[in-house]
């Protein structure tokens, strides 16, 4: 018998519990429902930690499986059958990976299933500015029958910093809008290609590959290696009047030289759906700054997003039973 116990339902359809079992035998679900991200209000160090009852400890103990966002603390010195994590997102930098990996407890991300949703966000994002959508609704507004004739899209070169899901969902739509798309990856080698885009580039060789881009998409995981990725150097790399957008973590990117680079033109607009303080503080430069789109980590679109995660944990289930690899397995930092 397995035991899952899902400490996020919030993220899952209502009828998960019932539909789990069905996806397999002898498995046991327990929801208990703990609720500690309260969508980026409040840093964790700020927010108050709720209060299980023993009875939810008792089930937790008994896990073998958990499913979660973040996990309560003195979960893992309190679950000793614990074997697996599956995280409900792609991002599990708020997860005590170092800590589990020692445990020997195999960590799963989501990574693919917001991909989509994510990459819309992008081009939607990227066409907004393009075709001067915020200056037409201003003339609306104001009842001024006025051209503004925008941009284009296509020609342009695309950069996309991270190759994976997401990278490669808004790589694919790129495309489509006839763009050319280059991409770092991490585990790319020099000469390296990939059929969804037109140039690879090693990680090593980002800075070769901003001098070719007229819009950077920032999507690589956060951890160690990519913190303060995107400073002042990188900035300076990309073309004049280049377009940077970031929708992985606020960590990657310098945004003191962000800013700057707003204010001397060297990027003519920044879309950020992530920053490195979240909730934003109102008294943040980024509110203020040059043509900078704001969003509150909300790229992600929630409509359809239960059934793919539950889609994504019955499968590995159905692997973990049989002794296979799990999809989507994250290593330590």
Avoid at 18 to 36: C, D, G, I, N, S
Avoid at 41 to 63: C, H, T, V, Y
Wanted: aromatic fraction near 4%.
């Amino acid at each position: 018998m397995i035991s899952l116990v899902v400490l996020a339902p919030q993220f899952l359809p209502p009828d998960a519990a019932q539909r789990l079992p069905a996806a397999m035998a002898e498995l046991e679900v327990t929801v208990v429902p703990y609720k500690l991200y309260d969508g980026g209000k409040l840093s964790r160090a700020e927010r108050s930690e709720p209060q299980l009852s023993n009875a939810d400890w008792d089930r937790i103990a008994g896990a073998d499986v958990v499913v979660a966002l973040e996990l309560p603390d003195g979960l893992l010195s309190r679950a000793p059958a614990l074997r697996w994590g599956q995280a409900i997102g792609a991002g599990t930098d708020h997860l005590p990976l170092d800590e589990m990996a020692l445990r020997g407890i195999v960590v799963t991300n989501a990574s693919g299933v917001a991909a989509g949703s994510i990459a819309e966000f992008v081009i939607g994002r990227l066409l907004q500015e393009c075709k001067s959508f915020r200056q037409l609704d201003r003339f609306q507004q104001e009842k001024r029958w006025q051209a503004q004739h925008g941009d284009r899209l296509a020609g342009r070169t695309i950069g996309i910093v991270g190759l994976g899901a997401i990278g490669r969902a808004t790589a694919r739509l790129a495309r489509a809008f006839q763009m050319r798309v280059v991409a770092t990856r991490r585990s790319a080698h020099r000469d390296d290609n990939d059929p969804d885009v037109d140039r690879l580039f090693a990680a090593d060789d980002l800075d070769l590959m901003l001098c070719e881009c007229d819009i950077l998409v920032i999507c690589a995981p956060a951890g160690p290696q990519t913190d303060g990725l995107i400073a002042a150097p990188q900035l300076a790399a990309l073309k004049r009047g280049a377009i940077l957008c970031n929708v992985a973590r606020g960590s990657l990117l310098d945004e003191a030289a962000l800013i700057a680079a707003l204010n001397s033109e060297q990027l003519s607009a920044a879309i950020l759906d992530v920053v490195q303080t979240e909730p934003l503080t109102a008294t943040s430069p980024l509110w203020t700054a040059a043509n900078c789109y704001l969003s509150a980590h909300t790229a992600t679109s929630h409509v359809g997003y239960p059934e793919a995660l539950l889609e994504l944990l019955s499968r590995n289930l159905r692997h973990f039973a049989s002794g296979d690899d799990l999809e989507n397995t994250v290593s330590a930092r």
